[in-house]
Nanobody, 120 residues
Framework: QVHLVESGGGLVQPGGSLKLSCAAS????????VAWVRQAPGKQRELVAS???????YYADSVKGRFTISRDGAKYMVYLQMNGLKPEDTAVYYC??????????????WGQGTQVTVSS
C-alpha cells in the first residue's frame, strides 16, 4: 500500500506564491513518474506538471514559466512551486505517483487533494 499526502494549499492574493508538497509513504521500491493535477469547480481535471524518473518534465501552457515541479527521490517528496498565481489557478490540486512497490508490482496512487484559492 502506498499513501500520498498533499499539503501547502491555502488562500493567496493574485501575484503571490505557494509551495505544495506531496509526501509518499508505504511499500515503495521506486517512483518513476509524479504529477500534479488540478480540478476547478465545474471543470475537468487538468494536468498541471509532471516529472519522470529520467528527468523529463511537462508543464501545461497555462503555468509555464510560473510553476516548477521538483522531487526529492530519497525522501519520496514531490513539490510544486507556484509563483505569479492568478485567480484562474484556483482549484483543488492533487498529487499522482506511479512506480513499483516492494513486491515489484506497479502502483498508481492519488492524494486527497489540497485547495488553492487565489483571490484578493
Amino acid at each position: 500500500q502506498v499513501h500520498l499526502v498533499e499539503s501547502g494549499g491555502g488562500l493567496v492574493q493574485p501575484g503571490g506564491s505557494l509551495k505544495l508538497s506531496c509526501a509518499a509513504s508505504g511499500s515503495i521500491f521506486n517512483i518513476d513518474y509524479v504529477a500534479w493535477v488540478r480540478q476547478a469547480p465545474g471543470k475537468q481535471r487538468e494536468l498541471v506538471a509532471s516529472s519522470s524518473g529520467g528527468g523529463t518534465t511537462y508543464y501545461a501552457d497555462s503555468v509555464k514559466g510560473r510553476f516548477t515541479i521538483s522531487r526529492d527521490g530519497a525522501k519520496y517528496m514531490v513539490y510544486l512551486q507556484m509563483n505569479g498565481l492568478k485567480p484562474e489557478d484556483t482549484a483543488v490540486y492533487y498529487c499522482n505517483a506511479d512506480g513499483l512497490d516492494t513486491n515489484s508490482s506497479r502502483f498508481n496512487y492519488w492524494g486527497q487533494g489540497t485547495q488553492v484559492t487565489v483571490s484578493s
